[in-house]
């Protein structure tokens, strides 16, 4: 099985552009969260998408969007990118069953995409 | 959700075991802790998970007081491959909450 992919792996951008990041999860996964992760820092939780339903969100502003597919693949936009958006930022799938079951936070996380905004 | 407490930091002897642990002194019944490890700039990676009872699987030991507010993994070999910031995280049903973690250097 293939793991979690990202796309692009690396993103340079400038200040008050707009950003899409996409990530396929897991076969068989029907979760999808994102993460931003800043430079010495834990990740932090931006959305977190299952069965194409929003099921959580982050203290993010307006700016950040995402949106889930029917084949589960996600995409998370940012607009009016800021320099403190440069971070690297991860999507894990998880999830063949119930949100309840000990092991549907069992979360395999994708390798991100390291953006850099100037 | 529950709030963690980690060292920031430990280091340990390369083929000694070691032993990282997690206060969750809020913990409520029902909720799961979970260890992740993340080695430098790549993704967050699953090791154990557990809710009473003491777990083991291929990677790692996770040890959890009776009372269930703390608990402690244990690498039982570490190598220099293992190491990296590893998070402790309690949770039911919602979403992770990573906090800074514990830096574990293994040394030669």
């Known amino acids: 099985d293939a793991g979690v992919t990202q796309s692009p792996t690396h993103l340079i951008k400038t200040r008050g552009q707009h950003v899409t990041l996409r990530c396929s999860p897991i076969?068989?996964?029907?979760?999808v969260s994102w993460y931003q992760q800043v430079l010495g820092q834990g990740p932090q939780f931006i959305f977190q998408y299952y069965e194409k339903e929003e099921r959580g969100r982050g203290n993010f502003p307006d700016r950040f969007s995402a949106r889930q597919f029917p084949n589960y693949s996600s995409e998370l936009n940012v607009n009016a990118l800021l320099l403190g958006d440069s971070a690297l930022y991860l999507c894990a799938s998880s999830g063949r069953g119930s949100p309840f079951l000990s092991s549907y936070n069992e979360q395999f996380f994708g390798p991100g995409t390291r953006l850099t905004v100037l | 959700d529950a709030k963690t407490t980690q060292p920031p930091s430990m280091d340990c002897a390369e083929g000694r075991a070691a032993n990282l642990p997690c206060n969750h002194s809020t913990i409520s019944g029902n909720e799961y802790v979970y260890w992740y490890r993340q080695i430098h700039s790549q993704g967050p990676q699953y090791i154990i998970h557990?809710?009473?009872n003491n777990e083991t699987n291929e990677m790692a030991s996770l040890i959890i007081t009776e009372d269930r507010k703390s608990s402690t993994l244990i690498l039982p070999h570490a190598t220099l491959r293992d190491t990296a910031v590893y998070y402790c995280i309690v949770l039911y049903g919602q979403n992770f909450v990573f906090g800074p973690g514990t830096r574990l250097s293994v040394l030669p």
């Open positions: 557990g809710l009473k």
């Open positions: 076969s068989g996964h029907k979760s």
